[in-house]
T-cell receptor
Framework: SQELEQSPQSLIVQEGKNLTINCTSS?????LYWYKQKYGEGLIFLMM?????EEKSHEKITAKLDEKKQQSSLHITASQPSHAGIYLC???????????FGQGTELSVKP | DAGITQSPRHKVTETGTPVTLRCHQT?????MYWYRQDPGHGLRLIHY???????DKGEVSDGYSVSRSKTEDFLLTLESATSSQTSVYFC?????????????FGEGSWLTVV
């Protein structure tokens, strides 16, 4: 969707390196969801951000929502092969739980 | 994650045949959704439900119908499958429709129409 742009589309990093994935909305977000998808599997919920400036962490993954609530970043510290997969951001524009998704970022982590 | 199961997980069907995918959740969530995932398009909403017998269309609803006769079950039907409906289908659910609720997804149903 043009409402939500996710970048980069793909990323190859060496194990142990840090990386950032961005998700930019054309309008103000009510919420921003991050999911991880392993190949051939379902979506695993990572984090949901609502407030401007909010930051959440889970293990080595940190997600932030900017003050204007139009951009979110997902940062992985010291990447591991287990981090490989497709990361998806989903935008909540306060429409009954319906999400608009970015096209996803395919992450490969080389040992 | 919430108890969302989809069936069948994999199906191959012929063009023109009807197909029904089932989504079952055990969390008593009021809102349920069907998405399809295609390369280059990400996930797109097909239909959603905000309660028993209350459904509405999403972004890509043509060729699909849904039914929700019980809180726990949300069925997606392809009345006459076409090759363009070859896709991965995901069901999702959440307790309420207002912002701030975790939205859980099922494991997906891989459908191939030949």
């Amino acid at each position: 969707s043009q409402e939500l742009e996710q970048s980069p589309q793909s990323l190859i990093v060496q194990e142990g390196k840090n990386l950032t994935i961005n998700c930019t909305s054309s309008k103000t977000l009510y919420g921003l969801y991050w999911y991880k998808q392993k190949y051939g599997e379902g979506l695993i919920f990572l984090m949901m951000l609502q407030k401007g400036g909010e930051e959440k962490s889970h293990e080595k993954i940190t997600a932030k929502l900017d003050e204007k609530k139009q951009q979110s970043s997902l940062h992985i510290t010291a990447s591991q092969p287990s981090h490989a997969g497709i990361y998806l951001c989903g935008a909540d524009y306060n429409q009954g739980g319906k999400l608009i998704f970015g096209q996803g970022t395919e992450l490969s982590v080389k040992p | 994650d919430a108890g969302i199961t989809q069936s069948p997980r994999h199906k191959v069907t012929e063009t023109g045949t009807p197909v029904t995918l089932r989504c079952h959740q055990t969390e008593n969530h009021r809102y349920m959704y069907w998405y399809r995932q295609d390369p280059g398009h990400g996930l797109r909403l097909i239909h959603y439900s905000y309660g028993v017998k209350d459904t509405d269309k999403g972004e890509v609803s043509d060729g699909y119908s849904v039914s929700r006769s019980k809180t726990e079950d949300f069925l997606l039907t392809l009345e006459s499958a076409t090759s363009s409906q070859t896709s991965v289908y995901f069901c999702a659910s959440t307790p309420r429709g207002d912002s701030g609720n975790t939205i859980y997804f099922g494991e997906g149903s891989w459908l191939t129409v030949v």
